[in-house]
């Protein structure tokens, strides 16, 4: 019996699936499922009951499992005090993220890991989706914390979904949009956005055109999270946020929410890194605690 294959075991009885396991270890599914072959392999026993359901584990597998998990979460807590320890006197990591995820998990799950390796030298830069993914591919960033409301699909990026957030639409609170009770009421109005892909503004105008409507013409694109917020306040625009972001930031009661505004689309929160990449111990620690903060 090899380590990585009693990890693959744990994780997917953790998990349920051979997908969700794949996730938890940053691996492919492929990687899981020939450790969990082999393992079968060299001790001659079926782990493993597959079916077009899912996976479950057999008795000899629930067996194994409660040793592995002991074996596994031994090494694991060595691991974390060497990568600390290690982490006392040197190492970087470089994350690249998108303007939104400042209001969602990521200070929380960089306030755990800040604790626990004080001394990593952190730089955070923010950028658009695409010039995310053309880092990571370069190797200039480590991982990135990302949100779209497409399905990424590349071969050289391995991508795990963390949370959805469900698109919304506010105004601020004491201006005169916040009188508007229908679409209507919103066709001169300017637009504040921070999409790059350009799919909000197509969006926007099918969602004016299916209530026979001429779209908005002031489509404005402003990917500075800042800013953005900054312009909301000021004067009167529509402002595309996730429904979480707009809770976090709505503490003052600065904005009013569009309920009337119908909302078909959800931003996906993604964890981004390079198939294949072999991630320093802090930098794989992090994910850890990112992983962690979206299962909360």
């Known amino acids: 019996m090899k380590l990585h294959q009693l990890r693959a075991l744990v994780a997917v009885a953790d998990q349920g699936s051979i997908a969700g396991a794949a996730r938890s270890l940053f691996v492919s599914q492929p990687a ?11 001790i001659g026993i079926t782990l493993l009951g597959r079916s077009v359901t899912g996976v479950t584990l057999t008795s000899t597998g629930e067996s ?50 800040r604790k626990d390796m004080p001394q990593i030298r952190v730089t955070f830069l923010e950028q658009t989706t695409t010039r ?47 009188q508007a009770t229908s679409l209507a009421d919103l066709c001169d109005a300017e637009w504040l956005h921070s999409d790059t892909t350009g799919a909000y503004p197509i969006y926007v105008a099918e969602l004016f055109r299916r209530h026979g409507l001429p779209p908005p013409q002031r489509m404005t694109l402003c990917t500075s999270q800042a800013l953005l917020y900054s312009l909301a306040i ?22 009013r929410r569009l ?38």
Request: charged share 25%; glycine share 6%; with cysteine.
């Open 132 to 178: 995310l993914l053309d880092n990571l591919r370069q190797g200039t960033l480590d991982f990135a914390l990302g949100t779209s409301a497409e399905v990424l699909s590349d071969s050289a990026m391995q991508v795990t979904d963390l949370a959805v957030y469900p698109l919304a639409f506010a105004v601020r609170q004491n201006g005169l949009l916040a």
């Open 32 to 42: 899981v499922t020939k450790a969990i072959r082999e393992l079968e392999s060299d």
């Open 234 to 255: 000021t004067f009167d625009a529509v402002i595309a946020w996730s429904l979480h972001a707009i809770g976090a930031v709505n503490v003052r009661g600065q904005f």
């Open 64 to 113: 194994l499992v409660r040793r592995a998990r002991l074996i596994v979460g031994e090494l694991e807590r060595a691991e974390e005090q060497m990568a600390m320890e290690k982490g006392a006197l040197e190492g970087k990591i470089t994350v690249g993220v998108t303007p939104i995820t400042a209001l969602t998990l990521l200070p929380g799950a960089y306030e755990r890991f």
């Open 259 to 296: 309920d009337f505004v119908e909302t078909t689309r959800d931003l996906k929160l993604q964890l981004m890194q390079r198939a294949g990449a072999i991630q320093t111990r802090p930098s794989e620690y992090f994910m850890r605690c990112i992983v962690d903060a979206a299962a909360v």
